[in-house]
């Protein structure tokens, strides 16, 4: 997925958000800011970050008596160790110090490219975790190998591992643990003498794999399992894949001393998936049968994706989640584990030119019910089917109104009570809120409104473990009981005393925000940060953009370092959603059906002209930024509107949708062999001759998302065209484009470039 990374630099992307107001047209307010030091790019991006900690993977103990998470380092901000929290006592500390730990050794190259579907490809030590169903210890998966470390201290290597073992996983009950090596299902004992068997066969054929999740799994339905345990551990779901039929592309890692070249299977856009099939079989690799992945639509196995794979509760059912090749249906398989044959439960059907949105949030419930989220009635809400009622009552809505469930965050399945995010008090702001499965239109919010929250739970519905921020206040938090009570911080992260940020606090600048309509109407939110404005003073404006679908950039909260040094450096810092970006519901979002590159520039430049309006921004020095789809709409922008904009920058831009995966593209453009004309509109090729404003491409040279052919053809069609416009190449990078000096580079060559073109800040004379 063109996934939304990069609002500035990964750090800036953590903006869960609070209350702050302003109405359109209404100037932001002015105060004189404090003496602070120089918010400066290099002080951005180095250690300790200045968000202040940032734990990850927050996890409670099967007993709930430990709390566990990842802690980055204060001199190494990309390096993060695992450490635990003792409810009972109240302490801190370091359960598994990776650099002690750490062989050094290089990751696997399937590890790598996991990495870079999951997006943590430039973080270091620990980066995922697992209890131990018992609670005595924590799987730890580090350069490759597969620790065992006890609360005791004690910190053991799997027996029977060599290294480059791909997503462990403990069975549940404890006694075995499953992972992938060389193509193949390995399960061995946790502890003991017997050494770890390949429970799947060994193919002769380089393109099948056994136990992982094809590329698109990973990259667009985040989807990275490729092997599910039963409840009782005495079953294994496991997927094989063939991508014999799937293109080859020549992909070119260009680095600073040498370039490797790696003949990476990939989907692009109207060709071949890779053949995907999934097998149930003993953890032993006997009594192997096949699951029929065409039930109810017999022959059409070939050619659907395998979206998610559950067991009941119970295990006596496998469900599995079957989408069509054109994402406008998802139907729920019900499988007999012992002989493979599957049902069809219930089906989704996408609403008219749009299509299905994959989800996480479901849950099977004891009692043989679901708790799922749809978009049946045009905005993503919950509900509960019950296959034991009769067909008219089986469903029944949970949550209801103009506004979305973003995430089921768990289920009390004793008390009967469900926990959820959404955007109920508005959608510049997200909340958690409860609600009783007996009542369920009274909704209960648990967060406080003057911040924007995120959670998740233990399996019981118990504990809440709570993130939230606000406009200065980066991301901090906390457990908290099934009521929403705060029991204990787990990162406070006040920004006072020894805070990275505190010394810049004093000339913190907050955001406003407000709305204008788009060309049919549609409120349209928008996001500015301010200097201090000089009475007659026009300031220039860095707006930044993503522009595509799945992605919310407006949000009332902490915006980022990041942002705050550009408006350090004198510019306003804009932002607009514009239609086909998330939580406005099922029509805001299917704008872009068959249609990339069309509402959404004209919605940005809709905030353009509504900047241009105001009188304290310079109309001829508004600049714009895109990274991923955002650095496609730089582009289109430019060849939409010429003269809208004083400079824009691209970054490892889409240029030629026929380049990019099948399940991305074709859920919005359709198959190019059946729709060719909607690709010639959609792409940023055909149009350069209308760019005349000054344009900095800039790409990865190892991109394995957007590979860098997309940017490749840009370049040689401006050179042929004669057109002038300005590059920046980074060997060795991929989609990311991160670390600590080369992001420092990567933005200091951004405000140079707009700096040349007469964009950046210059002392004025008031008044014009």
């Not at 509900?383 to 089921?408: C, E, I, K, M, N």
């Not at 003269?643 to 859920?667: F, M, Q, S």
Request: hydrophobic content about 40%; charged content about 25%.
């Amino acid at each position: 997925m063109l996934r939304f990374r990069h609002l500035l630099a990964a750090s800036a992307l953590c903006a869960l958000l609070p209350l702050a107001s302003a109405h359109a047209g209404e100037p932001p307010v002015t105060s004189t800011a404090q003496a602070a030091p120089a918010l400066t790019l290099e002080r951005v991006f180095a250690s300790p970050s200045l968000n202040g900690p940032a734990p990850r993977g927050v996890k409670l103990s099967p007993d709930g008596a430990y709390l566990t998470l990842l802690r980055n380092r204060a001199d190494d901000r990309e390096r993060y160790d695992l450490w635990g929290f003792e409810r009972k006592t109240g302490k801190w500390r370091m359960l598994v110090d990776s650099l002690k730990l750490s062989s050094g050794k290089e990751l696997s190259e399937a590890e790598k490219m996991q990495r870079e579907r999951q997006r943590i490809g430039d973080l270091k030590g620990i980066v995922s975790y697992e209890w131990a169903p018992d609670g005595k210890a924590v799987l730890v998966p580090l350069d490759g190998d597969l620790f065992l470390a006890g609360l005791d201290g004690s910190v053991q290597r799997i027996p029977g591992t060599q290294g480059g073992e791909l997503n462990p996983k403990l069975g549940p009950k404890g006694d075995r643990i499953a992972y992938v090596r060389d193509r193949r299902l390995w399960v061995g004992q946790v502890a003991g003498q017997g050494a770890p068997v390949a429970v799947t066969p060994e193919e002769s054929a380089q393109t099948v794999h056994w136990g992982e999740a094809e590329f698109v799994a990973q990259e667009e339905m985040s989807r990275f399992a490729g092997f599910w345990w039963s409840p009782d551990e005495s079953r294994l779901a496991v997927e094989r894949f063939d991508e014999a039929s799937v293109g080859v592309v020549t992909r070119a890692a260009i680095g600073a001393e040498g370039t490797k070249t790696f003949d990476q299977r990939y989907p692009a856009a109207g060709t071949p998936n890779a053949e995907v099939s999934l097998w149930i079989m003993a953890p032993d690799g006997s009594g192997r049968v096949a699951v029929d992945l065409g039930a109810g639509d017999p022959g059409a196995e070939k050619d659907i994706y395998l979206a998610r794979v559950d067991w009941a509760p119970d295990g006596k059912t496998l469900y599995v989640q079957r989408e069509n090749r054109a994402q406008t249906r998802l139907d729920m398989l019900a499988v007999d584990p012992a002989t493979g044959k599957a049902r069809v439960l219930f089906s989704e059907q996408a609403a008219e030119r749009s299509w299905i949105n994959l989800s996480d949030s479901y849950r099977f419930l004891a009692d043989g019910s679901l708790i799922w989220w749809s978009e049946r009635d045009g905005f993503g809400h919950l509900y509960r089917f019950r296959p034991d009622h009769y067909p008219d009552s089986q469903w029944q809505q949970l949550t209801q109104g103009d506004w979305v469930v973003t995430g089921l965050v768990g289920v009390d399945q004793k008390a009967g009570r469900v926990f959820f995010t959404g955007t109920k008090d508005g959608v510049l702001t997200q909340q958690v809120y409860a609600l009783d499965l007996a009542a369920p239109s009274k909704i209960v919010r648990l967060t406080d409104p003057g911040f924007d929250n995120a959670a998740t739970m233990d399996k019981r519905g118990q504990t809440l473990m709570v993130t939230r921020n606000a406009d200065a206040q980066p991301p901090q938090s906390y457990l908290a009981d099934a009521a929403g009570k705060r029991i204990a911080w787990i990162e406070e992260n006040r920004v006072e005393g020894s805070h990275p940020y505190a010394p810049y606090l004093a000339s913190h600048r907050p955001a406003t925000f407000g709305t204008i309509p788009a060309a049919d109407g549609t409120p349209l939110h928008w996001m500015m940060i301010t200097p201090p404005l000089e009475p007659g003073r026009k300031y220039p404006v860095f707006t930044f953009h993503y522009g595509g679908p799945h992605a919310q950039v407006v949000h009332k909260g902490w915006q980022g370092a990041l942002a705050q040094a550009i408006v350090d450096k004198g510019y306003i810092y804009f932002a607009i959603d514009n239609r086909g970006s998330a939580n406005r519901g099922v029509k805001f979002e299917s704008t872009l059906y068959r249609a990339m590159g069309s509402a959404e520039v004209q919605d940005q430049l809709a905030g353009a002209n509504y900047l241009k309006a105001l009188d304290f921004v310079d109309p001829k020095r508004i600049a714009t930024f895109g990274w991923s789809y955002g650095g496609y709409m730089s582009i289109k922008m430019l060849q939409a509107d010429p003269g809208a904009y004083a400079a824009a920058i691209a970054v490892a831009p889409v240029t030629k949708w026929e380049l990019y995966d099948t399940h991305y593209t074709e859920r919005y453009l359709g198959d190019p062999k059946r729709e060719p004309q909607v690709y010639a509109t959609s792409n940023a090729l055909a149009d350069t001759g209308r760019i005349r404003d000054p344009l900095l491409l800039i790409h990865g040279m190892a991109d394995d998302n957007v590979v860098f052919e997309n940017s490749s053809a840009f370049i040689a069609k401006m050179q042929a065209e004669a057109m002038p416009f300005e590059m920046m190449l980074y060997p060795g990078y991929t989609h990311r484009i991160s670390g600590p000096k080369v992001s420092q580079h990567l933005y200091e060559t951004v405000f140079r470039f707009l700096d040349r073109n007469g964009v950046g800040p210059a002392p004025l004379v008031a008044g014009k």
